[in-house]
């Protein structure tokens, strides 16, 4: 714990030392303003090969020890007509070893920490698993891990455009994100894919109880991009299903969820699209959504984005807030639009970046039972991702 928080000094020092070297100065030859940044650049690879503890390819049985994790801190200010939220929040703190072993094997264990409060310090497990991956074609994993469907719920909040995932995900998803199973992925281009098995029953903070039923996923992805001469213009469907059972707590009450993803990349611009249904079981009504998320690049550092999302339910109090916008309004609506707009600067690309998003949001409530909101939510948040 001590080497991570010096780690972290250093890494907001060295930021610091990085927006003095990029603000606007006099002006300079082109090599002279180059130097700078890769001077920057210099320090941050010095600083996150401190993450990586041990190092040896011709180790037979150890090849790779390294701490992985996330620190991400944040303000937030809300200004609704049903009531105002200031605060600064340790989003997430995850910390914990991942072993590289017999060349083909991965042990990985990360725990998240609670150290605004410290009380509890801990508060859970999440990665907990081993992985056989003998080449890019094939990964078989078993454990504690994440469950990876929707735009965002795909998306690892170290790799996040926008603070936080859109509220379309905080619905179909299953935001515990982190369920004990069993699962098979790979990629042989231009075709991804994964099927897994999840225990869905009453969660704790480990592994759960597994009295509940199980969860099945199904992703199948492809890549039309060197088709249209895109960087990237990846396609994906995500299909889940699990059976109604009281004692899930790890899910959403949905028994089903179809969600049909893309993802478009080129070097300056980007767009991000998710259209997902779902349906509920007990007191969760059936839902739709759609979500459009396009950005762009102004600088190597300097990213543009904006998102639209949309939700609505066939029943009565079918969707939630989001997570700020919930702690004004506890109560659930019909239906939901949200527009977002922020930017982002990227210090040391995922690893070290500054965001800031503003949410303006609606939400109808048919039953009149205090979920209606309308508001805006601005954050700005520090993210820091290792290795």
Known sequence: MKRILV???????????????????????AAA???????????YNKIWQQFTLYDDKTNR??????????????????????????EWN????????????????????EAELNPQERDPLYMRLTDVYVQWSPNARLAVTVGKQGMPFTMDGMTSSKELLTIDRS???????FPQEYLPGVSVSGRTVPWTYRVGMYSSGA????????????????LLGYDFGPRVGL?????????VHQSPDTDNTFTRQLEHVVSLNVKLEEDRWGLRGDLSTGSGYFTQSDLWGAMVMPYFNITDKLQAVTRYTHLSSDGVNGVQLATYENRVVRGRGNEYDEVYVGANYFFYGQKLKLQTGLQFADMSDRANDGGAYSGTVWTTGLRIGWP
């Open 90 to 109: 340790t989003r997430r703190f995850r910390i914990g070893p991942r072993f590289q072993l017999f060349r083909t094997f991965t042990v990985a264990t």
């Open 167 to 173: 509220n379309l995900t905080n619905n179909m998803w």
């Open 203 to 218: 969660m704790n903070r480990e592994f759960g109880t597994f009295n509940g039923s199980v969860s099945t996923l199904a």
């Open 7 to 29: 780690t972290l000094g250093l890494v907001l020092g060295a930021s610091q030392a990085s927006m003095a070297q990029t603000a606007p100065a006099q002006a300079a030859p």
């Open 61 to 86: 049985v150890v090849q790779r020890i390294q701490l992985s994790g996330r620190f991400q801190h944040e303000f937030v200010s809300a200004d609704a007509d049903q009531g105002d939220l200031d």
């Open 33 to 43: 303003q180059s130097a700078p940044g890769a001077d920057a650049e210099s320090i």
């Open 231 to 239: 960087k990237e213009a990846l396609v994906t469907g995500n299909y």
